[in-house]
C-alpha cells in the first residue's frame, strides 16, 4: 500500500486528555506530495454521561454535548471506522501540535475502548509528525518566502489562524476540525513548496533512530521548541548532559548558559531551579529556571546539526557559534549529568505523587505501564462483542486497568448490558466522579464556570444558547443519588 499523510484534528471536551473527551474528529488523507486522496473524515462523538466538558472549550468549539449526543456516534463505534478506514498501512499520521495534544486523546480514547494505545503509529509502516515544530524551525532558520504574523500584542506568533491569514490559506471556520485540517494541508503546501529541505529532513526526523543518532552524536545542535524563548524564534543550540534513565530519552542543556553555573550545586538544588516558579508579585520578574529540558526520541523534534545555523541565522536568534562551542566544552567538563538525573528524580517522584492525589480512577492510568501481550487476544474479544454477547462475556484480564474498564466500557456504551448489580455500581461510580469533593466536585466547578460565563458583557445570542444549553446538560448528567 503507497505510503500517504493522514491530516487530523480534533475537538474536544477540554484539554486534560485523562478526562476530557474527543467530541470531533476530521482528517483527509494525502499523498506524499500533499495531493487528498478520497473524501475527507468528519465524526461527531457522543459525550457519556459521566462526561463534565469545560464550558469555555465548548464555548471556542460551539460543539454542545446535546449535539454530539443527537447526531455522533459512541466511541467503539468511531475506533471501529477509524481502524478499518483510517489507521492503514503505511500512513503518517500528521496535524498542528498533534504530537502534544490530538494524539494523546487519541490514546486515551483507544485504551479506554480496549485498543492498544500505540500500535495505530508504528505498526505496518505507520508514522507519526508535527507540522508545528516545523513551523517553528522554519521561522527560526528558513523565513524566506512566506510571511510570519504577530499577535495582538506585537510578538511573534504561530498559531494556525494567524498563519493561513498572514498567508491568504484558505481557513474558513477556525476551531472546526475540517476546517483546521485543511488549513494545516495548506500551510504545509506553502513551507515545501518555499523550504523543501528543511521540509523533507524533518520529516525524515520523524524516525526516533535518527533522532537518537544526532542527540548522542558527541556534537551541540539546534533544538526548536515551545519551551524555548519566544523572542528567539523558540529556538537555541544545545548539548547533551545524559540519557533518560527510564525512557528513550536524552536530558539536553540550553548552550546560551553558561554550566558552570550549575556544577556546585546539589541535586536538590538544582531540582529547586528546574521547577516551574510564577513571576514575582513585586517586581513581575519570573525567576530563571534551570536551563535543562528533556527531548523525547518518538516526539518528532525539531533538531537539527547545528551546520544549519548561517550568519542570517545566527543574527536572528542571537547565537554566536563561537559562544555555543565554549558553553559546549565547559559543558562536557562540568560533569553534571548525575545530578541532574537525581534532580530529575526527585521531580518526577512530586509529580506522581500529584497524578496519584488528582486522578485516581482508571480512565487516567494509561501510561502506568504497557499492556501484556496475553490481554490482547482478550482486548480484540471484548472489541468485537455486540450488546448480547457483552452481557454474559466471561472474561478475565492480567492487567488490572482492563479489569476496572470493562465494566466502565459497558455502562458508557452498551448500558443495556447492565444488571441490577452493575447498574448501582455505574451510578455509585458516577457519584463519586461528578461530585466527590462536594464544593470542589467537578460538577460544582462547573456549574461555576457557567455561572461566571454567562457574566460577560455583549454575550451574542449564539453564545447565550451554548451557555443556556450547557446549564441543561449540567443538569441532565447529575447522578440520581443527589436528588
Known amino acids: 500500500m503507497a505510503a500517504s499523510f493522514f491530516f487530523y484534528d480534533l475537538e474536544t471536551s477540554g484539554t486534560n486528555p485523562r478526562h476530557d473527551r474527543v467530541m470531533q474528529f476530521a482528517g483527509i488523507r494525502t499523498d506524499m506530495q500533499l495531493k487528498p486522496i478520497g473524501e475527507p473524515h468528519d465524526y461527531l462523538i457522543k459525550l457519556t454521561e459521566d462526561t463534565v466538558p469545560d464550558p469555555r472549550a465548548i464555548m471556542v468549539t460551539g460543539i454542545t454535548p446535546q449535539k454530539t449526543i443527537a447526531e455522533g456516534m459512541s466511541e467503539p463505534e468511531f475506533l471501529k471506522i477509524f481502524h478499518e478506514q483510517i489507521a492503514i498501512p503505511n500512513t503518517t499520521f500528521v496535524g498542528f501540535n498533534t504530537v502534544r495534544f490530538d494524539d494523546e486523546f487519541m490514546r486515551y480514547m483507544q485504551y479506554r475502548n480496549f485498543y492498544d494505545p500505540y500500535e495505530w503509529q508504528w505498526s505496518d509502516g505507520k508514522s507519526r509528525w508535527d507540522l508545528l515544530d516545523l513551523v517553528r524551525m522554519t521561522r527560526a532558520l528558513r523565513p524566506d518566502g512566506i510571511k510570519w504574523p504577530m499577535d495582538s500584542d506585537g510578538k511573534p506568533s504561530n498559531r494556525l489562524e494567524l498563519l493561513s491569514s498572514a498567508n491568504k490559506l484558505e481557513h474558513a471556520n477556525a476551531h472546526d476540525a475540517l476546517s483546521d485540517v485543511r488549513a494545516t494541508i495548506a500551510l504545509a503546501r506553502l513551507i515545501r513548496n518555499k523550504q523543501p529541505k528543511l521540509f523533507d529532513f524533518l520529516l525524515q526526523m520523524r524516525n526516533k533512530q535518527k533522532v537518537a543518532e544526532l542527540v548522542e552524536g558527541g556534537s551541540p545542535f539546534i533544538y526548536t521548541s515551545g519551551r524555548y524563548d519566544n523572542a528567539w524564534e523558540k529556538t537555541t543550540a544545545v548539548g547533551m ?149 457483552l452481557e454474559s462475556l466471561d472474561i478475565v484480564f492480567n492487567d488490572q486497568r482492563l479489569r476496572a474498564l470493562l465494566p466502565l466500557y459497558k455502562a458508557r456504551h452498551f448500558p443495556q448490558t447492565l444488571s441490577d448489580e452493575e447498574r448501582v455500581q455505574w451510578e455509585r461510580f458516577k457519584t463519586q466522579k461528578l461530585l466527590g469533593g462536594k464544593e470542589a466536585s467537578r460538577l460544582a466547578r462547573y456549574f461555576e464556570r457557567l455561572s461566571e460565563l454567562a457574566k460577560a458583557p455583549h454575550l451574542t445570542p449564539e453564545k447565550q444558547y451554548i451557555l443556556e444549553e450547557l446549564q441543561l446538560y449540567g443538569q441532565s448528567i447529575m447522578p440520581s443519588e443527589s436528588s
Open 241 to 389: 548532559v545524559a540519557k533518560h534513565p527510564k525512557q528513550q530519552a536524552a536530558l539536553v542543556f540550553d548552550l546560551r548558559h553558561d554550566p558552570d553555573e550549575y556544577k556546585a550545586l546539589k541535586p536538590a538544588e538544582l531540582a529547586d531551579k528546574w521547577r516551574y516558579k510564577s513571576a514575582d508579585q513585586d517586581t513581575g520578574e519570573i525567576p530563571e529556571r534551570l536551563p535543562v529540558k528533556m527531548l523525547k526520541y518518538n516526539r518528532c523534534p525539531a533538531i537539527a546539526p547545528l551546520a544549519v545555523l548561517d550568519q542570517a541565522s545566527q543574527k536572528r536568534l542571537g547565537l554566536s557559534l563561537t559562544a555555543i562551542q565554549k558553553n559546549y566544552q565547559k559543558l562536557q567538563k562540568a560533569n553534571l549529568g548525575q545530578n541532574i538525573i537525581a534532580a530529575l528524580e526527585i521531580l518526577e517522584k512530586e509529580q506522581q505523587a500529584t497524578l496519584l492525589q488528582d486522578e485516581q480512577l482508571v480512565d487516567a492510568q494509561l501510561y502506568d505501564g504497557f499492556i501484556p501481550d496475553e490481554d490482547k487476544p482478550k482486548m480484540s474479544v471484548v472489541r468485537a462483542s455486540d450488546a448480547e454477547e
